[in-house]
């Protein structure tokens, strides 16, 4: 019997975040969504505006027993920059901040241990903004958010941001994508 657990991760566009973590051997299922925020059932619209306080966020069921949390935040901070505030890239706005939502004392310990070390090491120049804090709500962004590369490739923002991080990611991880078990 498999050990199913969820973390929820803000690395800016949902739609990257999504495509890479749906990509990894041990993940069950990724929903794009909004945590974060004080409006119940908000809209893509209304956080886009900024008034919800919410952050675009992919929910992430994952085998325990295949891939641990740790290597979820090791792909974590591979796949977006930690270091710019309320934005990554050209996406700008507290929406697409970078935040880990831990569902229990574990994550929050392994989220703060993973970010300590990366700031010791010194991975990146500017120091790390990433928020830890604790979950509280999830709501599921609108059904055409779903599987946004699969279903739109040719989008020109797919095409200039989504494909290129998500090819960059499989290079990396290339060992624990599904298919490689």
């Not at 051997?25 to 919410?54: D, R």
């Not at 992430?60 to 890239?89: A, C, M, Y």
């Not at 095409?159 to 624990?176: C, E, G, L, M, W």
Request: negative net charge; glycine residues 6%; proline residues 4%.
């Amino acid at each position: 019997m498999s050990k199913s657990s969820i973390a929820t991760f803000g690395a800016g566009c949902f739609w990257c975040t999504e495509a890479c973590f749906d990509e990894l051997n041990g993940v069950i299922k990724v929903v794009p969504g909004f945590s974060g925020g004080q409006k119940m059932l908000p809209s893509y619209e209304e956080v886009c505006n900024g008034n919800t306080g919410h952050a675009e966020v992919a929910r992430i069921s994952f085998d325990k027993d295949v891939i641990s949390f740790q290597e979820l935040l090791r792909v974590f901070w591979f796949i977006h920059d930690p270091t710019q505030l309320n934005r990554q890239g050209h996406d700008i706005g507290s929406h697409y901040r970078s935040v880990i939502f831990y569902h229990d004392k574990e994550q929050e310990n392994d989220a703060i241990m993973i970010k300590n070390e990366l700031s010791i090491q010194g991975v990146w120049e500017s120091p790390i903004v990433t928020e830890i804090t604790s979950f509280d709500s999830f709501y599921p962004a609108e059904n055409y958010h779903k599987d946004y590369l699969k279903l739109n490739p040719e989008n020109m923002y797919c095409q200039a941001v989504v494909r290129p991080k998500v090819d960059k990611f499989k290079t990396a991880f290339s060992n624990i994508l599904k298919g490689k078990d």
